[in-house]
T-cell receptor
Framework: KAGVTQTPRYLIKTRGQQVTLSCSPI?????VSWYQQTPGQGLQFLFE???????NKGNFPGRFSGRQFSNSRSEMNVSTLELGDSALYLC????????????FGPGTRLTVL | DQQVKQNSPSLSVQEGRISILNCDYT??????FLWYKKYPAEGPTFLIS?????DKNEDGRFTVFLNKSAKHLSLHIVPSQPGDSAVYFC????????????FGKGTKLTVNP
């Protein structure tokens, strides 16, 4: 089975712009979660989608949003980028019937200048 | 409020010896615990997990122990190999239908030849 894929792998944006990141889960997995990793805060949960519905949300501002499509692929969007949004954004998928192991993609490295 | 704590930022061991990585948690509602291994600029790789109803789980060189009364878990790697050198994250899932994981800050393991 193919693993979790994320595109793009690297992205450079400037403050004020918006960005969309994409995640394709492992085939058959219905849950997709997004995490932000920064040196200071570690890995922090952004949100989880299951069957196209947001099932849980972390403590991030409304500039961070996401969605999931009927084929379980997911996108996350960050609007009005700030310097502090520079991070590694990780997507993880699991079957969703819980408790399940989440498998992570390689991440998207976002740099905001 | 850090619900999952890895108090040792780093650990150095000799090849062939045992590596013991520790993790403490505060939330009694965690029902599933996982260990991930991570290299820089890559996504975490799943190693081993344990349900809260068990106290031990083994997979090859990796064993995870859970002490619920002490709210403590540990990962044992025997024997340690230089390829095990990476950052190890402890993660916990809150029971109740979401796949959200709460991560510790990680422990950097160095296995010296």
């Amino acid at each position: 089975k193919a693993g979790v894929t994320q595109t793009p792998r690297y992205l450079i944006k400037t403050r004020g712009q918006q960005v969309t990141l994409s995640c394709s889960p492992i085939s058959g997995h219905r849950s997709v979660s997004w995490y932000q990793q920064t040196p200071g805060q570690g890995l922090q949960f952004l949100f989880e989608y299951f069957s196209e519905t947001q099932r849980n949300k972390g403590n991030f501002p409304g500039r961070f949003s996401g969605r999931q499509f009927s084929n379980s692929r997911s996108e996350m969007n960050v609007s009005t980028l700030e310097l502090g949004d520079s991070a590694l954004y990780l997507c993880a998928s699991s079957p969703g019937g819980g408790p399940d192991t989440q498998y992570f993609g390689p991440g998207t490295r976002l740099t905001v200048l | 409020d850090q619900q999952v704590k890895q108090n040792s930022p780093s650990l150095s061991v000799q090849e062939g010896r045992i590596s013991i990585l520790n993790c403490d948690y505060t939330n009694s509602m965690f029902d599933y615990f996982l260990w991930y291994k991570k290299y820089p600029a890559e996504g975490p790789t799943f190693l081993i997990s344990i349900s809260s109803i068990k106290d031990k789980n083994e997979d090859g060189r990796f064993t995870v122990f859970l002490n619920k009364s002490a709210k403590h878990l540990s990962l044992h790697i025997v024997p340690s190999q230089p390829g095990d050198s990476a950052v190890y994250f402890c993660a916990a899932r809150i029971q109740g239908g979401s796949e959200k994981l709460v991560f510790g800050k990680g422990t950097k393991l160095t296995v010296n030849p």
